[in-house]
Structures are given as structure tokens and as C-alpha cells.
């Protein structure tokens, strides 16, 4: 099959990136939509889905142009979770098996938190058990209102393991303990209170609509800046404020001055014109 993205400014890997169940669309200006493409089956996750999502997150960490990565489920559902085939195989598996099945889960989550570009996940429908720990990986989330979550695993004597790292990262042990303990249904405005997602939108137009706010914003971004500034979340997040960390961020801003980037944005800004990177409409 040949590269679904033609376009010249988003260079990706001669590979077969699109799949029967993992579509992927870019445009002119660098932003992608990765498309879990099970609508039949809710999107729900097998070892096939997450196989086809763990290829096209590590083809997309290392491709030249591409500036967001949006996240999206076909058919109207985000995730409904785990697929009822894939959980009823796995009671007959060794926990061996199961534990080797659960890691290729843990690694796509991984691709997906190390891509060095914004990711958002735009949810409609469900977004149960690891739909819903996707939407804690994105960088940013957005959902309708009419959305629902859950992290149903206890409601099947089960836990939400890989998932639960980003998780409790974005809503705080408190909350994730609470969710995760009840499995109870919760609606987008819960999800925005929790900070699981950071914006309710009224409908499936309105989530277009933000779609393409987003991507236009992050083309004001430099990309170098932006996967310098998810690293130094991760770095910084829970350390204790010591000498240490004072001289490491005063470093890194040191750095960043003095870089090519850091550079441009600032003589841009002062001569009051966009810099090299900015995406200019014709």
C-alpha cells in the first residue's frame, strides 16, 4: 500500500500506515488525525487495534513536518475499552501470555505519551476503561457534552493497570482512586472537573470546529520549543524545588535562548513579523 500522506511537507516513512483498522489523514499544514477504525466494534482495543495504533505512533514519532497529532474514533465512539472477544481469550491464557498481551498495550501508551509533537484526543461516544486512559495520555483532550467515561475494569473483578500511570498523572490520586474503585459512569462535564479532558463542546460540528482552532494555534508554536516543553513537564513534575532543579531550569531556558529557535521567535517578535515556522495562509 502506498504512503497515505502525499504531501510534501509531512514526511513519513515509506510504510503501510494505514490499515483496515487505523486510518490516518494529515494536511497541507502538518496536522494528523489518527482514526481507531473499529466502529463496528465500538473501537474497542484487541491485539490487532493496538498492534496497527503501537506501528503508527512509532512512524509518526520520527516523521519530518507533522505538528499535531489528533486522536479520533470512527463511527461516533472514541473507545468503548476492551473488546469482548480479545478479554474472553484472555481468561484461557496463562498469565504469562496475558502479561506479555498487557506490555504491548503499556508500549503503545508509551508511543503515544514520547510523541515530541501536541497530541489531543477528541472524544464523542464512549470512552470507557483504556479509551479513557487514552484520553489521559493526549497532551490535550476535548469532548461533546453528551460524552461518557468509565474505568468499568473493577465492574470485572479487573484493574486498570497500563492506563493508570497517565491517569492519575492527569486527575490526581484522589480522584483516580475514586473512579477507578467504582467504575462508576461519569459525563464530559465530570471529565472536565476531574482534568481528564479540558474542554466540553456542544456536538460533533463544534468538535470539528475545534479541531481546526487547535491546529491552527499550534502552528504559531515552534515544534522544537513544543517537545522541549513536553520534556521539561516530564522532568520537573513531582521533583523537589532545590538548588538542582533551579540550576537545570535555568539551564535549559539559557538554552533555549541561544538556539536557533529561541533565536528566530524572539527577533520575530521584535521586528513584529512571523517566524520562519509559522504556517502563513496564501
Given at each position: 500500500?502506498?504512503?497515505?500522506?502525499?504531501?510534501?511537507?509531512?514526511?513519513?516513512?515509506?510504510?503501510?500506515?494505514?490499515?483496515?483498522?487505523?486510518?490516518?489523514?494529515?494536511?497541507?499544514?502538518?496536522?494528523?488525525?489518527?482514526?481507531?477504525?473499529?466502529?463496528?466494534?465500538?473501537n474497542a482495543f484487541d491485539a490487532d487495534l493496538i498492534s496497527a495504533m503501537d506501528e503508527a505512533f512509532e512512524t509518526l514519532r520520527g516523521a519530518e513536518?507533522?505538528?499535531?497529532?489528533?486522536?479520533?474514533?470512527?463511527?461516533?465512539?472514541?473507545?468503548?475499552?476492551?473488546?469482548?472477544?480479545?478479554?474472553?481469550?484472555?481468561?484461557?491464557?496463562?498469565?504469562?501470555?496475558?502479561?506479555?498481551?498487557?506490555?504491548?498495550?503499556?508500549?503503545?501508551?508509551?508511543?503515544?505519551?514520547?510523541?515530541?509533537?501536541?497530541?489531543?484526543?477528541?472524544?464523542?461516544?464512549?470512552?470507557?476503561?483504556?479509551?479513557?486512559?487514552?484520553?489521559?495520555?493526549?497532551?490535550?483532550?476535548?469532548?461533546?457534552?453528551?460524552?461518557?467515561?468509565?474505568?468499568?475494569?473493577?465492574?470485572?473483578?479487573?484493574?486498570?493497570?497500563?492506563?493508570?500511570?497517565?491517569?492519575?498523572?492527569?486527575?490526581?490520586?484522589?480522584?483516580?482512586?475514586?473512579?477507578?474503585?467504582?467504575?462508576?459512569?461519569?459525563?464530559?462535564?465530570?471529565?472536565?472537573?476531574?482534568?481528564?479532558?479540558?474542554?466540553?463542546?456542544?456536538?460533533?460540528?463544534?468538535?470539528?470546529?475545534?479541531?481546526?482552532?487547535?491546529?491552527?494555534?499550534?502552528?504559531?508554536?515552534?515544534?522544537?520549543?513544543?517537545?522541549?516543553?513536553?520534556?521539561?513537564?516530564?522532568?520537573?513534575?513531582?521533583?523537589?524545588?532545590?538548588?538542582?532543579?533551579?540550576?537545570?531550569?535555568?539551564?535549559?531556558?539559557?538554552?533555549?535562548?541561544?538556539?536557533?529557535?529561541?533565536?528566530?521567535?524572539?527577533?520575530?517578535?521584535?521586528?513584529?513579523?512571523?517566524?520562519?515556522?509559522?504556517?502563513?495562509?496564501?
Amino acid at each position: 500500500m502506498s504512503n497515505p500522506i502525499a504531501d510534501p511537507l509531512v514526511e513519513l516513512p515509506d510504510t503501510s500506515l494505514t490499515t483496515e483498522l487505523v486510518r490516518i489523514e494529515a494536511t497541507l499544514e502538518g496536522a494528523v488525525t489518527v482514526w481507531l477504525n473499529r466502529p463496528a466494534r465500538k473501537n474497542a482495543f484487541d491485539a490487532d487495534l493496538i498492534s496497527a495504533m503501537d506501528e503508527a505512533f512509532e512512524t509518526l514519532r520520527g516523521a519530518e513536518g507533522v505538528r499535531v497529532v489528533f486522536l479520533r474514533g470512527t463511527g461516533g465512539t472514541f473507545s468503548a475499552g476492551a473488546d469482548l472477544d480479545w478479554m474472553r481469550a484472555a481468561v484461557e491464557r496463562t498469565e504469562g501470555d496475558n502479561r506479555e498481551d498487557a506490555f504491548a498495550m503499556a508500549q503503545m501508551l508509551k508511543r503515544l505519551w514520547d510523541l515530541p509533537m501536541l497530541t489531543v484526543a477528541l472524544v464523542e461516544g464512549a470512552a470507557f476503561g483504556g479509551g479513557a486512559g487514552l484520553a489521559a495520555v493526549c497532551d490535550l483532550a476535548v469532548a461533546v457534552s453528551d460524552a461518557r467515561f468509565s474505568f468499568s475494569e473493577v465492574k470485572l473483578g479487573l484493574i486498570p493497570a497500563t492506563i493508570s500511570p497517565y491517569v492519575v498523572a492527569a486527575i490526581g490520586p484522589r480522584a483516580a482512586r475514586g473512579l477507578f474503585s467504582t467504575g462508576q459512569v461519569f459525563d464530559a462535564d465530570h471529565a472536565l472537573r476531574t482534568g481528564l479532558i479540558g474542554e466540553v463542546v456542544a456536538d460533533a460540528a463544534a468538535l470539528q470546529a475545534a479541531h481546526d482552532r487547535i491546529a491552527r494555534e499550534i502552528m504559531d508554536c515552534a515544534p522544537d520549543a513544543v517537545a522541549a516543553s513536553k520534556r521539561l513537564v516530564a522532568d520537573v513534575y513531582g521533583r523537589e524545588i532545590d538548588h538542582g532543579l533551579m540550576e537545570e531550569t535555568a539551564r535549559r531556558i539559557a538554552q533555549a535562548r541561544v538556539s536557533e529557535a529561541g533565536q528566530e521567535g524572539v527577533r520575530a517578535f521584535l521586528a513584529r513579523r512571523k517566524p520562519s515556522w509559522a504556517f502563513t495562509e496564501d
